[in-house]
């Protein structure tokens, strides 16, 4: 066992253990099972489920993470004390991390879907995105969490940090699109919104899932138009490639950070 094993090992175990992620299990479960009692209509649960994940997972991701690497710090410099390369370091420390959180979602909303949904769900692809999507969103902004974190040393600053860039892209960007709309109403929008929509993954994932149960409605305007351009299953392959790069790029600078820092 080569050392990114035993240190993914070490973080996997202690982190199952974690009360937070033992709540954040039970919170989507009681949430999940709740909903099918009391509505019944799977699609109408789903739809409910969409938007509380979409501030819920990458909320928790945030906060998590960015105290996770606060909270490792003694763990990390005693660990870089060791040959033990730095890269294999940050691998473990962050799928150690992030890993058990994503699957406390998955875990927690997915044995009510099970359960529930077995004889009374149309279409198993809705279910299977939203998973899917909570996973994405658990990695994307515990990476961003991690970035954070790595380049700020004080605590409440990273804290801060994290929180306000949650808050921007969780409620701001849809009033900054709303503004963007009535300011520039004169002029051909679609296609520079379907640039800006890119630039948030709560949006895409926001977009991706509602145009697989074709409600319009609720997808804002970026999603209406990101529906209208791409359409069908183009849209969800376009959605899951941008949200995989959103996944991937944070990552790589909070590794190069990783790198780098002075601990």
Same mark, same amino acid.
């Given at each position: 066992?080569?050392?990114?094993?035993?240190?993914?090992?070490?973080?996997?175990?202690?982190?199952?253990?974690?009360?937070?992620?033992? %709540?954040? *299990?039970?919170? $989507?479960?009681? !949430?999940? +099972? @709740?909903?099918?009692?009391?509505?019944? /209509?799977?699609?109408?649960?789903?739809?409910?489920?969409?938007?509380?994940?979409?501030?819920?997972?990458?909320?928790?991701?945030?906060?998590?993470?960015?105290?996770?690497?606060?909270?490792?710090?003694?763990?990390?410099?005693?660990?870089?004390?060791?040959?033990?390369?730095?890269?294999?370091?940050?691998?473990?420390?962050?799928?150690?991390?992030?890993?058990?959180?994503?699957?406390?979602?998955?875990?927690?909303?997915?044995?009510?879907?099970?359960?529930?949904?077995?004889?009374?769900?149309?279409?198993?692809?809705?279910?299977?995105?939203?998973?899917?999507?909570?996973? %994405?969103? *658990?990695?994307? $902004?515990?990476? !961003?969490? +991690? @970035?954070?974190?790595?380049?700020?040393? /004080?605590?409440?600053?990273?804290?801060?940090?994290?929180?306000?860039?949650?808050?921007?892209?969780?409620?701001?960007?849809?009033?900054?699109?709303?503004?963007?709309?009535?300011?520039?109403?004169?002029?051909?929008?679609?296609?520079?919104?379907?640039?800006?929509?890119?630039?948030?993954?709560?949006?895409?994932?926001?977009?991706?899932?509602?145009?697989?149960?074709?409600?319009?409605?609720?997808?804002?305007?970026?999603?209406?138009?990101?529906?209208?351009?791409?359409?069908?299953?183009?849209?969800?392959?376009?959605?899951?490639?941008?949200?995989?790069?959103?996944?991937?790029?944070?990552?790589?600078?909070?590794?190069?950070?990783?790198?780098?820092?002075?601990?």
């Amino acid at each position: 066992m080569d050392a990114l094993q035993k240190i993914l090992k070490f973080e996997w175990y202690d982190q199952i253990r974690n009360k937070w992620i033992i %709540l954040y *299990t039970a919170f $989507f479960f009681v !949430l999940t +099972f @709740g909903l099918f009692q009391l509505q019944g /209509d799977a699609s109408r649960v789903f739809l409910t489920m969409t938007q509380i994940l979409l501030l819920i997972v990458p909320l928790v991701s945030m906060i998590f993470g960015a105290m996770h690497v606060y909270h490792s710090r003694e763990f990390i410099e005693i660990l870089l004390c060791q040959p033990i390369r730095r890269s294999k370091l940050f691998w473990g420390v962050y799928l150690g991390m992030a890993l058990p959180l994503a699957g406390g979602f998955v875990v927690g909303a997915g044995v009510p879907i099970l359960m529930f949904g077995y004889n009374s769900i149309p279409d198993w692809r809705i279910p299977v995105m939203l998973l899917g999507t909570g996973l %994405l969103l *658990t990695l994307i $902004f515990s990476a !961003l969490a +991690f @970035g954070i974190a790595m380049r700020t040393d /004080d605590k409440l600053k990273g804290i801060g940090f994290a929180l306000g860039l949650w808050f921007a892209l969780a409620l701001l960007f849809d009033g900054m699109v709303l503004y963007i709309v009535y300011a520039f109403a004169d002029y051909p929008l679609e296609k520079p919104l379907i640039g800006i929509s890119m630039l948030n993954p709560i949006n895409i994932a926001r977009s991706m899932i509602l145009m697989k149960m074709d409600v319009a409605a609720m997808m804002g305007y970026t999603g209406a138009a990101f529906k209208k351009f791409f359409g069908g299953s183009l849209g969800v392959i376009v959605s899951l490639a941008a949200l995989v790069g959103w996944a991937v790029i944070p990552l790589f600078v909070a590794k190069r950070h990783f790198l780098k820092k002075d601990f």
